[in-house]
Structures are given as C-alpha cells and as structure tokens.
C-alpha cells in the first residue's frame, strides 16, 4: 500500500487548506483512513479518521473547523481545514487502518500505512 498526501502550505490565521491523500495498492473503500499530525518536539497525534462506512471521528481540538471524507472512486481521502490556527502548525501524515471493514479508530496502533507527510504552517 501507498499513500501520497499533498495539499499542504503556508497560511494564514483563519485561512483554509485541503490536504488529500491518494492510495494504491489495495481496495480502498474496505479500509478505514487516518490524519495525524505531529509539530516539532511534540508526539504523533490524531486528527481525524473515517472508516469504510464513512463514520468519522476527530480530535477535540479540530471539531467544528476539520472535516475528513473519501472519494472511494479516486482512492483518496480528504482532510478540510478551515479557520486554521498557528497552533495547527505541524507535518500531517495520512494513515490506512491495517484491516478492512472495522469501526473508526484513532490511535496510531491500527493504522500500518503512512504516507510521507505534507507540512501545514499557519502564520499569526
């Protein structure tokens, strides 16, 4: 499996950005999808993540401003962002969940596929 995300940059407070995150190599829609971020010195930390069904679950600091979906059609997962904070500042990283057709998880554990990362800078 292989996963290529693109879509990150430089923005400002407030602004928006769509990360997306191509995958190959497996039936896509049989897998759930995972954003994680990780800023500098700090740890990996979850995001955002849709199953095969299309249930999403996010982290607190991203509800009501990030919203995660999938085009299983394009085999890409999508990670909206809007009114960004400096505090959003990190390398987000897709992730593909290890097994087909399970409920949303949100730790790092289930998830056996990472993308490279695309770095997302939110200036004050």
């Known amino acids: 499996v292989q996963l290529q995300a693109s879509g990150g940059g430089l923005v400002q407070a407030g602004g928006s950005l769509r990360l997306s995150c191509a995958a190959s190599?497996?039936?896509?829609?049989?897998?759930?999808m995972g954003w994680f971020r990780q800023a500098p010195g700090q740890e990996r930390e979850f995001v955002a993540a849709?199953?095969?069904?299309?249930?999403?679950k996010y982290a607190d600091s991203v509800k009501g401003r990030f919203t995660i979906s999938r085009d299983n059609a394009k085999n890409t997962v999508y990670l909206q962002m809007n009114s960004l904070k400096p505090e959003d500042t990190a390398v987000y990283y897709c992730?593909?969940?290890?097994?087909?057709?399970?409920?949303?998880?949100?730790?790092?554990?289930?998830?056996?596929?990472w993308g490279q990362g695309t770095q997302v800078t939110v200036s004050s």
């Open positions: 849709i199953n095969w069904s299309g249930s999403t």
């Open positions: 190599g497996r039936t896509f829609s049989t897998f759930g």
């Open positions: 992730a593909a969940d290890g097994q087909m057709l399970r409920p949303v998880y949100t730790t790092t554990g289930y998830f056996s596929y």
